[in-house]
């Protein structure tokens, strides 16, 4: 007998707080959002190494669930390392320093190699037995001011130039958000 009273209760609240949602609470959902975009050079051969960077910015918090980067076609002899070195998140800096996002493959041109830079796995100094933490799944950023995200990468090439495609930006905003993601080349 109390199980029931007390489902009734349960019942009764449940249907309590569904009243209490307003219309304009629902104007202000989350949606899922894609930015797409085309890449750039990534370093050309002569170069020690590049620092090209991908900048995303919203009008409003946001959240960014994937960076997805394609690179171009590229003699796997002369790749040599592509990696994360830091993400800025509304003005703070963290070192992330990846791995090789994408390895040479033998006897390929990798013309569709891509890889998602959200959870890749961070390299700790000195460490041979395998990687330490991550870079986030998921990054928030606060939306209002320049630079919301900032991935700045780490180009190496030695003989060719070697290029990213393209850049892919998914997550959620506010229905009525915008979100915009540029590259900057490297050099």
């Not at 796997?76 to 994408?102: A, E, K």
């Not at 700045?152 to 495609?165: E, G, K, T, V």
């Not at 393209?166 to 915008?178: C, F, N, S």
Request: net charge negative.
């Amino acid at each position: 007998m109390w199980m029931q009273r007390f489902s009734q209760a349960i019942y009764a609240i449940g249907l309590g707080a569904i009243s209490l949602v307003q219309p304009g609470m629902v104007a202000a959902q989350y949606v899922p959002f894609k930015v797409q975009i085309n890449g750039g050079l990534c370093d050309s051969g002569p170069s020690p190494s590049s620092n090209p960077s991908i900048t995303i910015d919203g009008d409003s918090t946001f959240v960014v669930t994937s960076i997805l980067i394609k690179r171009g076609p590229m003699n796997p002899v002369d790749f040599m390392f592509l990696s994360v070195n830091t993400v800025s998140i509304d003005g703070t800096s963290f070192d992330t320093r990846t791995g090789n996002l994408f390895g040479p493959i033998g006897g390929e041109f990798a013309v569709l190699q891509a890889a998602d830079i959200m959870g890749m796995p961070v390299r700790q100094t000195g460490m041979t037995s395998g990687p330490g933490g991550n870079v986030p799944h998921e990054i928030v950023a606060e939306g209002p001011g320049p630079a919301d995200i900032h991935v700045q990468l780490f180009c190496r090439s030695d003989n060719r130039s070697m290029n990213i495609a393209t850049i892919l930006v998914a997550g959620w905003k506010p229905r009525a958000g915008h979100v915009t993601v540029t590259y900057s080349p490297g050099q």
